[in-house]
């Protein structure tokens, strides 16, 4: 069963620093991966894919890179703003079963 | 715009009632999903349909059912049998292994 984890829970860094979210999985079989965006009470906003093909897919500020051998993601967010606070999670997509394991997110702030 | 659309925003309902939350979506996607997230918590998957007239329980289907008579809608029921329904319900869709995009969610209080 795939296990997804994301550390830390919570960061909290002042604004304009550059920063690193971490995603790792235990089944590194042919998965495509997606991060996402939550602010408190909405739905999930889509910030990047990465297909099981692609090592890293990049968005204005935003990073995410891939590496199915390790099992891990990672989102580089550059030049933080205090606009970029929310709870970031990383999800890992079974293109064949159709289903995704979401993990429980890591809440970021960003202090002006 | 296509997009996803989850109603009510907010819902209150009595313990042994059952209740259903609407979503529909017209971005013609095959696959629709239903999660539920606790707070502080990751979603989890109840119930997923990859095409119209068929449906497959995710991680915690118990005390939920749903159904998929057309593509662009896939109601999901809270019966009296869930034992904590109270939650946030997020809808999603997708094509095949694509991304998913997700509805604003419906939240769920049973008293």
């Known amino acids: 069963k795939q296990e997804v984890t994301q550390i830390p829970a919570a960061l909290s860094v002042p604004e304009g620093e550059n920063l690193v979210l971490n995603c790792s999985f235990t089944?590194?079989?042919?998965?495509?991966l997606q991060w996402f965006r939550q602010d408190p009470g909405k739905g999930l906003t889509s910030l990047l894919l990465?297909?099981?093909?692609?090592r890293e897919q990049t968005s204005g500020r935003l990073n995410a890179s891939l590496d199915k051998s390790s099992g891990r993601s990672t989102l580089y967010i550059a030049a933080s703003q205090p606009g970029d606070s929310a709870t970031y999670l990383c999800?890992?997509?079974?293109?064949?079963?159709?289903?995704?394991?979401f993990g429980d997110g890591t809440t970021l702030t960003v202090k002006p | 715009d296509g997009g996803i659309t989850q109603s009510p925003k907010y819902l209150f309902r009595k313990e042994g009632q059952n209740v259903t939350l609407s979503c529909e979506q017209n971005?013609?996607?095959?696959?629709m999903y239903w999660y539920r997230q606790d707070p502080g918590q990751g979603l989890r998957l109840i119930y997923y349909?990859?095409?119209?007239?068929?449906?497959q329980k995710g991680d915690i289907a118990e005390g939920y059912s749903v159904s998929r008579e057309k593509k662009e809608s896939f109601p999901l029921t809270v019966t009296s049998a869930q034992k904590n329904p109270t939650a946030f319900y997020l809808c999603?869709?997708?094509?095949?292994?694509?991304?998913?995009?997700f509805g604003n969610g419906t939240r769920l209080t049973v008293t």
């Open positions: 349909s990859q095409i119209v007239n068929d449906f």
């Open positions: 999603a869709s997708s094509i095949g292994g694509g991304p998913l995009h």
């Open positions: 999800a890992v997509i079974d293109t064949n079963a159709g289903k995704s394991t």
């Open positions: 089944d590194s079989a042919i998965y495509n």
């Open positions: 990465i297909q099981s093909s692609q």
């Open positions: 971005l013609n996607h095959d696959a």
